[in-house]
């Protein structure tokens, strides 16, 4: 049992990085904060970690306003006849200036306690990792790979 608490510590913080990062901006998508609506603009930077969030590439989203012929079905900026059935066009939302519903908002502010509980326990195992005595260059070393790696990934 030592062994799988061990082997699970060393896991935990080598992906810790990753998860720190996917709970921030899954957290800022919930409420669109990462793209630009209704005279919101969101700040450069936020709309990049969106972009890498989503499609795992660390630009601003490109903007065509008059063009519309590389966008697929669906796609933002699609003429509405390209978009497929059952989209949001068909649910009430901020889209139809009509609002979220109230079990929608909910499910949101529940999903923003959930990553923020997600940051709070990936904080608090990342303490527990550097409190414990033993290999403790590992520990840091693990961390830095978590780091590291989708840094150098970006990059290619």
Not at 16 to 28: K, R
Not at 40 to 61: M, W
Not at 142 to 155: C, D, R
């Amino acid at each position: 049992m030592i062994n799988v608490r061990l082997w699970h510590s060393y896991l935990a913080v080598l992906i810790a990085p990753s998860v720190l990062f996917f709970a921030l901006t899954g957290a800022l998508q919930l409420f669109s904060l990462h793209e630009a609506h209704d005279g919101y603009q969101p700040a450069a930077f936020i709309e990049k970690l969106g972009r890498l969030h989503k499609d795992q590439v660390f630009a601003p989203a490109e903007h065509h306003d008059d063009d519309h012929h590389d966008a697929g079905p669906g796609a933002p900026g699609a003429p509405d006849s390209a978009k497929p059935p059952g989209g949001p066009e068909d649910h009430p939302g901020p889209q139809d200036g009509g609002g979220p519903q109230w079990p929608t908002l909910l499910l949101k502010w529940y999903f923003l306690v959930v990553a923020v509980g997600l940051v709070t326990s990936t904080g608090l195992g990342l303490w527990i990792a550097f409190t414990r005595k033993r290999g403790l260059k590992l520990v840091w070393g693990l961390l830095v790979v978590g780091i590291v790696i989708p840094l150098l990934l970006l990059a290619v």
